[in-house]
C-alpha cells in the first residue's frame, strides 16, 4: 500500500465526508440543548472503554454503500470509497487521492479460525507480526464492546510495513448470532485524524 503525499485535496475530500456524517445525524434528531449534549457526552465517556467512545452502534449515514460476505456480514462503507478486489468470502474499499495514494482502508473478513473475543489484541498483533509488518504499538484494546447485532473486541494499533508505509488501524472481531467476522479499518498517520470518523462511523454501522 502507498501513503498519501499530498495533504490539501485529501484534507478536503475527507471534511466534506464527515461534514456529511453530522449532517445526516443531526437530521434524524430532535432539537437539544447544549446542556443535553454535554451530558450525554459525559454519560457515553462514563460507559464506554478508554479509546472507544465512538464506537455507537447505528445505521449507516443515508446514501452509503454497503458490502455483504457470503458469511453474513454487511460493511456499510463511505459515498467515494471504491471497492476493490480481494480474497474470496471478503469485502473492500478503498479511498485514494487523485495521484492513487492511498488514503482510507476499510476490509470485511469472516473470521478464519483462531480468533476469539478475550484474546483479540495479542492475536491481532502477533497476526500483523506474521505478515511481515514491525514497529508495532498498540494504542488501546477493549472486549464486551456493544455492536448492532452483535458484540465484539477492538484494537487500534499501528505498525511499518515492509514496503517502509507507516499506517494506523482499527481492527475488530466481532461475534453475531450466526458467525463472527473481523472488520478492519486503516489509514497513514498523515490523514488518520480526517478519516478515522469515516472508519469509526463505517464499524459502528456493521451488522453481522
Do not use: K
Not at 453530522?22 to 449534549?37: E, L
Not at 456499510?76 to 471504491?82: A, K, N, T
Not at 495521484?99 to 479460525?113: A, I, K, V
Not at 475488530?172 to 467476522?181: E, F, I, K, M, Y
Amino acid at each position: 500500500m502507498a501513503t498519501a503525499t499530498s495533504r490539501e485535496p485529501i484534507l478536503a475530500v475527507l471534511a466534506l465526508a464527515v461534514a456529511a456524517i453530522v449532517a445526516g445525524c443531526g437530521a434524524s434528531s430532535t432539537a437539544t440543548s447544549p446542556a443535553t449534549h454535554v451530558a450525554a457526552a459525559a454519560a457515553r465517556s462514563a460507559t464506554a472503554p478508554s479509546g472507544f467512545a465512538w464506537l455507537r452502534p447505528a445505521a449507516a449515514p443515508t446514501g452509503w454503500p454497503a458490502a455483504r460476505i457470503p458469511a453474513g456480514a454487511v460493511m456499510p462503507y463511505p459515498v467515494g470509497w471504491r471497492r476493490i478486489h480481494g480474497d474470496a468470502g471478503t469485502a473492500t474499499a478503498v479511498l485514494r487521492d487523485a495521484e492513487n495514494h492511498l488514503l482510507g482502508y476499510l476490509n470485511l473478513t469472516p473470521r478464519q479460525g483462531a480468533e476469539a473475543l478475550g484474546t483479540w489484541a495479542a492475536f491481532r498483533t502477533a497476526h500483523n507480526a506474521e505478515e511481515g509488518d514491525r514497529a508495532l504499538t498498540t494504542f488501546a484494546a477493549a472486549t464486551g464492546l456493544r455492536f448492532r447485532t452483535a458484540r465484539g473486541s477492538c484494537v487500534r494499533d499501528g505498525y511499518t510495513t515492509n514496503t517502509g508505509h507507516r499506517y494506523i488501524e482499527l481492527a475488530c472481531l466481532v461475534q453475531g448470532p450466526r458467525a463472527a467476522s473481523v472488520i478492519v479499518g486503516a489509514a497513514p498517520p498523515a490523514t488518520w485524524a480526517g478519516t478515522a470518523p469515516l472508519i469509526e462511523r463505517a464499524i459502528s454501522a456493521l451488522t453481522t
